[in-house]
């Protein structure tokens, strides 16, 4: 199993322009979720998905879309890029949230994808 | 409102003296909290979590409620401990059970 798969690993854009992060996973997990990682702010929650065709928002959605149209994969849309989206970019998979015995499953990290903003 | 404060961004010990990561949290309700660890050039992962009350690594981290705090502790630190630690909370008062991380927490551990 290649487990959380993000590409690219690093991108430059400039401001106002559009991309999309790609996030994938072959564990057949149902939670798919996207964090953003910054100095001194730990991890901060855009989106998440608990199936295919469900998204719903996290902590610091906006400028930022997602989809989830199989299993697999969920994109992170940036719609026009700004600099304050400068970031590092995680995406991450679990089978569920609750697992047995009332415990959130393990969450599985892909590798990050590094964001520069001009 | 912050739920999970790491009141140390950074941290340093000697090789072989003991080391404790502290993780103070905020929530109303029975959280579940996990120490996650992300090594240099490496993906973050979980280290352990309070439900199962094992040791990893010979870290060890102790719920306790009445000071609300999940502080990880390791009697004698190594090298390889090196990383950036993260105290995650999961909200379970949220319909989907939402984590929320500390900031984080780097730990150097001198030869």
């Known amino acids: 199993n290649a487990g959380v798969t993000q590409t690219p690993k690093f991108q430059v854009l400039k401001t106002g322009q559009s991309m999309t992060l790609q996030c994938a996973q072959d564990?057949?997990?149902?939670?798919m979720s996207w964090y953003r990682q910054d100095p001194g702010m730990g991890l901060r929650l855009i989106h998440y998905?608990?199936?295919?065709?469900?998204?719903d928002q996290g902590e610091v959605p906006n400028g930022y879309n997602v989809s989830r149209s199989t299993t697999e994969d969920f994109p992170l849309r940036l719609l026009s890029a700004a600099p304050s989206q400068t970031s590092v970019y995680f995406c991450?998979?679990?089978?569920?949230?609750?697992?047995?015995?009332?415990?959130?499953?393990?969450?599985?990290f892909g590798p990050g994808t590094r964001l520069t903003v001009l | 409102a912050q739920r999970v404060t790491q009141p140390e961004k950074l941290l340093s010990v000697f090789k072989g003296a003991p080391v404790e990561l502290k993780c103070n949290y905020s929530y109303s309700g029975s959280p579940e909290l996990f120490w996650y660890v992300q090594y240099s050039r490496q993906r973050l992962q979980l280290l352990l979590r309070h439900i199962s009350r094992e040791s990893i690594k010979g870290f060890t981290a102790d719920l306790n409620k009445g000071e609300t705090s999940f502080h990880l502790k390791k009697p004698f630190a190594q090298e390889e401990d090196s990383a950036m630690y993260y105290c995650v909370l999961a909200d379970r008062g949220s319909t989907l059970g939402r984590l929320y991380f500390g900031r984080g927490t780097q730990l150097t551990v001198w030869p």
């Open positions: 991450a998979s679990s089978p569920g949230l609750a697992g047995g015995g009332s415990s959130y499953n393990e969450q599985f």
């Open positions: 998905s608990v199936g295919a065709g469900i998204t």
């Open positions: 564990m057949n997990h149902e939670y």
